[in-house]
């Protein structure tokens, strides 16, 4: 086993690290606490960039995965001026992203590691010493538990549920910010439909009550908070969870690496979460199979080039979702201004509107 790496955690982050590393010849094998399979069961929705549906059709994991394309971003504030809108057809792309039920994503990396042979460890959890013997541990379960990992609490939970409206949605994604946080709907189902999955950001109190309420009352609070762009007709469950930054300022040390939620949890503002752990796991895979490693996947000079390249992308992103998620959840007047000035520069200037677009898709070194 000097020549392999123990992936512990067999979510989608662990799934696709494995394959990425067969690709480049190197051997892995999944530990995993849960059942083999849990993850089919997750229903939260995803939402892929561009970039991430490239590596995934590397992995060979795309082709049967159903998405919703998104062809537009809409931009905007409650009740402040700015707004911009983002297009595949700016950028020469089929879609800006794609939009999907992450267990369906997990059943296809899941089927993909089985004709692969890669071997899988189900109902096993494995603690820091339990893989000393393979050249190297790769920590991709959980979140973040790191004494030293910076931490930051926005007393903020996400409301999740699926919403239709009256009109189809035309593969247009909004992001709404207000005051309490932003509003994401994504379309989400067949071609021409008018199903949105709902990312409803509020107070962690508010969150509790919007959660409990009936249809009615939740879809009166839903469309006052989006206004009058779209009417929405029905409503899903919900669920909540709370919303934070945590993430480690050093991701790899002595033969371990830490990636997805194990690296960082991000605020799920503009998505970013799924598609950083994708570019990290991406590089990380070619960094390991660089002919310098001489067979040893745990070489430190790889491992310490892997985090140096990934510094400006992971540090980029991270400052980039907290800093949105902190300059637009609140109504302070001076502020409220200069976000609608920045939406109407956006606007006003396609390379700069371009690179935001690009930045999202494939991440800071897009450029």
Known sequence: MADMVAIVGGGPAGMALALALHQQGIASEIFDARARGAAKNDQRILA?????????????????????????????????????????????????????????????????????????????KVGTGATAQYALTAWAEGAVADDAATVRDYDQRAVLCTATTREPHHHTAWERFTPDGPLALLPYGKDKGNQYAVVFTCSTADAIQLAAQGDADFLARLQNQFGTRLTFATVGPRVSYPLGLRYRAQVVAARQVWIGNAAQTLHPVAGQGFNLALRDIRDLAQALGDPACAGDPGNAAALANYAAGRRLDRHATIRFTDGLTRLFSNDFPPLAHARGAALLALDLLPPLRSFVARRMMFGARAW
């Open 48 to 124: 892929l960039s561009y970039g991430t549906r490239q590596i995934l059709e590397r992995l060979g994991v795309w082709h049967g995965v159903s998405a919703t394309a998104i062809d537009t971003i809409h931009i905007s504030q409650r009740g402040r001026l700015g707004r911009t809108r983002l297009t595949a057809r700016d950028e020469g792309v089929p879609a800006l992203g794609y939009v999907l039920n992450a267990g369906a994503l997990a059943a296809e990396l899941d089927a993909a590691v089985a004709q692969a042979g890669i071997t899988y460890h189900d109902q096993q």
